[in-house]
């Protein structure tokens, strides 16, 4: 009876849990797209490239991004096109390419984030200080939790 | 800077958020593929189907779930195909058809939603009730803030 209700417990979190993070994704998703015609695939990509002023490889962005490795690149190529990226010659390695933010890129994403900060924080906005410091210690909880508890 | 604060904030608690519900979804995606060779649409579309005994129409099946309306059709044909669900003739228009669970596909996700549940138990297992109850309550906020701050 007792892991019976554990059971039922931990779906209704979960399936809250996955209701309010598809809830500020797909906010997110529609604002991009209305304030800046652009995709969250868009938006991950140059978001990474952002952070790796150095620059990094195709390999590297994949690891790091949510969407699968065909589609990097397909997202790669039009941000190419559209210069708000750039392929270059790795200085460390001259064999090898990386991809970094134009001038143009840096600019663009730097408005978007500043944006990007403004919806999310909108949707936050009825959690007090308090509340929020849970949230977070809560979360880092759970991720501990999923650490710990492989299957 | 205070505003700063809030943003930096809200940032953070939306990141951590959005890596906890990843995380779950991932461990969802590997197990339903290694313990049934299948995959998440193809659970969404038959947890919805289980939860409507009645049966639904097509478009009220995409409307539910997370795909997009052309991979519903993709993943419903592939069902049908393996005999997990039917199409039939809308007992309540017989001009309409609605889509429904085979008592083959009703076994199968039964026995797929128990697992199901197991793994997600094992995900939250070190929450205590208590925190439980208090993450749940903080998601609630959450969603309720989401909606009370449409952009």
New interface residues.
């Given amino acids: 009876m007792r892991a019976h209700a554990?059971?039922?417990?931990?779906?209704?979190?979960?399936l809250?849990?996955?209701?309010?993070?598809?809830?500020?994704?797909k906010?997110i998703r529609v604002?991009l797209q209305r304030e800046f015609s652009t995709t969250l695939p868009r938006f991950d990509l140059l978001a990474a490239l952002y952070r790796r002023a150095e620059g990094v490889t195709m390999s590297e962005l994949s690891a790091s991004l949510?969407v699968s490795n065909g589609n990097v690149t397909v997202v790669a190529t039009r941000l190419i096109q559209d210069e708000l990226i750039a392929k270059i010659t790795d200085p460390r390695d001259r064999r090898a390419s990386i991809l970094c933010l134009t001038p143009r890129g840096r600019r663009m994403f730097a408005r978007m984030a500043h944006e990007h900060?403004?919806?999310?924080?909108?949707?936050?906005?009825?959690?007090t200080?308090n509340?929020?410091a849970?949230?977070?210690e809560?979360?880092?909880?759970?991720?501990?939790?999923?650490e710990?508890?492989p299957?």
Avoid: H, P, Y
């Fill in positions: 554990r059971g039922k417990r931990s779906l209704r979190l979960w809250r849990l996955l209701r309010c993070s598809s809830q500020v994704e906010r604002q949510r900060e403004v919806w999310v924080t909108a949707m936050f906005d009825d959690l200080v509340q929020c849970d949230l977070m809560l979360l880092g909880t759970l991720r501990q939790s999923i710990a508890n299957l």
